[in-house]
């Protein structure tokens, strides 16, 4: 029984282009990450509202950001959020074999 079907797409320049913007959620997903395991080593808490309010100054420094809508980076931290507390909460619930879930 075949369930998927392969299709070859050709993307235009411009929507080549939008499509590598999406990329951009991924590399945000993942800084945060990193910044989140580098405050937990530190003893710090790290939040969402703290990563959000940092999304202004990104997209000042790189201005690549500012191509992406705020909601969607937006989106992507509460994502982040969201599988962060579930991997802290299965812990906490003795969990051993809880693996942070891979998103990109």
């Avoid at 969607?72 to 969990?95: E, I, P």
Wanted: with cysteine; proline share 2%.
């Amino acid at each position: 029984m075949q369930l998927t079907q392969k299709i070859r797409i050709y993307p235009s320049l411009q929507q080549e282009r939008v499509l590598w913007d999406l990329s951009k959620c991924r590399l945000i997903y993942n800084f945060a990450l990193a910044e989140r395991k580098e405050a937990y080593l530190r003893g710090e808490k790290i939040n969402y509202q703290i990563q959000q309010n940092g999304l202004v100054l990104t997209k000042k420094t790189y201005t690549e950001y500012g191509i992406v809508y705020s909601k969607v980076l937006q989106m992507t931290l509460n994502q982040l959020d969201s599988d962060y507390r579930s991997f802290f909460a299965l812990r906490r619930n003795g969990d051993a074999l809880a693996q942070p879930s891979v998103k990109w």
